[in-house]
């Protein structure tokens, strides 16, 4: 604590005192150092050319991956739309004839 201070009249006839004081903590850095020997090893790791292109091609296949799997949600939405269409039709065929 660095100031600490006793002021009067806090409460009307009452013999309490409003004390106010400043606080300023110190804060430390604690440097976790399990990030960083990670990031060294990993550039180590990828600094060898044929580890470098293996990831590569396994970064490719996953993205490639996505890619298909957003495809496949097209086509399924699409597939979604044309029997709601056929529905849609259906109904409106049924209103139609009564």
């Given at each position: 604590?660095?100031?600490?201070?006793?002021?009067?009249?806090?409460?009307?006839?009452?013999?309490?005192?409003?004390?106010?004081?400043?606080n300023?903590?110190?804060?430390?850095?604690?440097?976790?150092?399990?990030?960083?020997?990670?990031?060294?090893?990993?550039?180590?790791?990828?600094?060898?050319?044929?580890?470098?292109?293996?990831?590569?091609?396994?970064?490719?296949?996953?993205?490639?991956?996505?890619?298909?799997?957003?495809?496949?949600?097209?086509?399924?939405?699409?597939?979604?739309?044309?029997?709601?269409?056929?529905w849609?039709t259906?109904?409106?065929?049924?209103?139609?004839?009564?």
């Amino acid at each position: 604590m660095e100031d600490v201070r006793a002021r009067r009249g806090a409460d009307v006839a009452s013999d309490h005192h409003l004390v106010s004081a400043e606080n300023r903590p110190k804060l430390q850095n604690h440097w976790i150092t399990g990030e960083t020997t990670l990031l060294s090893c990993i550039s180590v790791f990828l600094q060898d050319t044929d580890k470098s292109n293996e990831f590569k091609m396994a970064l490719n296949n996953k993205f490639r991956e996505a890619e298909i799997a957003s495809d496949h949600h097209l086509v399924v939405a699409k597939i979604k739309l044309k029997l709601k269409k056929q529905w849609t039709t259906g109904q409106t065929a049924l209103q139609s004839f009564n």
